[in-house]
């Protein structure tokens, strides 16, 4: 998020950037639940990636989760 701020020469407040953390979290939450996407852990870093429809090995690793 400091990356969009600075890139638009703003700056957010602490609320504006509880607000879209917690925007951002609710979105990925509610698009995980739909089996849209997946996450996995990387460096200790949690990625999120696109649900490809053609990869059987991710539709089986939602599906675990």
Do not use: H, P
């Amino acid at each position: 998020m400091y990356e969009l701020s600075a890139k638009n020469d703003r700056l957010m407040s602490a609320q504006q950037y509880a607000l879209i953390g917690s925007t951002i979290r609710s979105y990925l939450s509610n698009m995980y639940e739909e089996k849209e996407i997946f996450f996995s852990f990387k460096d200790n870093q949690m990625i999120w990636q696109t649900v490809l429809e053609e990869k059987d090995e991710i539709k089986k690793y939602i599906d675990r989760c």
